[in-house]
């Protein structure tokens, strides 16, 4: 497998500002900006942390799910998904769901229908009242298992990373809206495996694939490109480091996050696998962070802990509205900075 290597960037995250419009930004409760207003999305240091939750019903937080603002679904590895809200209290249970399964197995669609591997290991989507359960995707092969799923945002697209247990080798496929297989990921460019054992699953805004491969003792976060050319695989900071990454997602300005079980943080890189900082140095409340989901309405974190069922939630990123000159060209600014804060 190719490796990257990735070496510290520094950015400033008072001044790491970048335009967006506030039209391609999805918002609740929002009219639609006029032409020239813009929205400004900053770092903040060290990020704000919010008011945290426990989830009645579940043991653990091995992923997070947001439906809304004030609701997600988390899961806990052992037959328990549990739709919540910010109180913790359990709103909706399913039943049915992978057992045994330590990675991202369920996610959410545009309409607010859960997507979830099931023990069976058939792909199900539950409708947004929660009455009605269908099969999405049936397995057909018993050789591969799906261990983690992700709906994307841009084209609607189904992201499944499998293993096959025999081989200890991954892939993940891409199924359109139909539920039809459009795209296999399985090798680099030399026709070597991509992944060993992906655990977790999310999409970049570049529409990049990200693999959270967690191969004991160590692993990667692999990312290709969306015609599934092999980018990168990062593989700790500094170079030569175990990292064992959990939970990943990516946030509005392109950063990928993913949770290291080795060093119990959570690790922010760019979008071309350099490492920019340690964005939480074990989170207040939670020894080792394992799930992460990311909110872009509100820009929140919503981090999990792998030993209790602590979800505590930071944001660290803020948003200024600005009025522009609609010929003014979006800035990106940067100065040095600490690469190691924490709250």
Known sequence: ???????????????????????????????????????????????????????????????ISCVTSDRVWDSDGVYKLILTDTTGVPLHRVEDSDSYAYGGIHTVNSESELIYIDRNY????????????????????????????????????????????????????????????????????TDLGLYNLPHYITENNNGDVVVSDSFYPSGAVVVTERGGRHRFSYTGHPSGSVLRPWGICSDALSHILVCDGKTKT???????????????????????PRSLSYDVNTHRLWVGSEDNNTVVIYRYITRQDALTDEHTAPVLMGMPYSAQHQP
């Open 122 to 189: 058939n792909i199900n989507k539950l409708s947004k009242d929660m009455k009605t359960t269908t099969t999405f995707i049936e397995r057909t092969d018993s050789t591969w298992k799906p261990r983690c799923v992700y709906w994307s945002p841009s084209t609607g697209d189904l992201l499944v990373a499998m293993c096959n247990n025999d081989t200890k080798t991954g892939k993940v496929t891409r199924y359109n809206q139909s539920g039809q297989l459009t795209q296999t990921i399985q090798n680099d460019n």
């Open 266 to 288: 959570v690790q922010m890189l760019d979008s071309d696998g350099q490492f920019l900082s340690h964005l939480l140095i074990r989170p207040s409340g939670i020894f080792s």
């Open 1 to 63: 497998m190719i490796e990257y290597h990735a070496k510290t960037r520094y950015l400033n995250p008072a001044t790491a500002d970048v335009m967006e419009s506030l039209s391609e930004i999805p918002t609740t409760g929002t009219e639609k900006p006029q032409q020239g207003n813009q929205c400004l999305l900053k770092l903040m240091s060290p990020p704000e942390l919010l008011p945290s939750l426990t989830v009645t019903g579940v043991d653990r937080c091995f992923h």
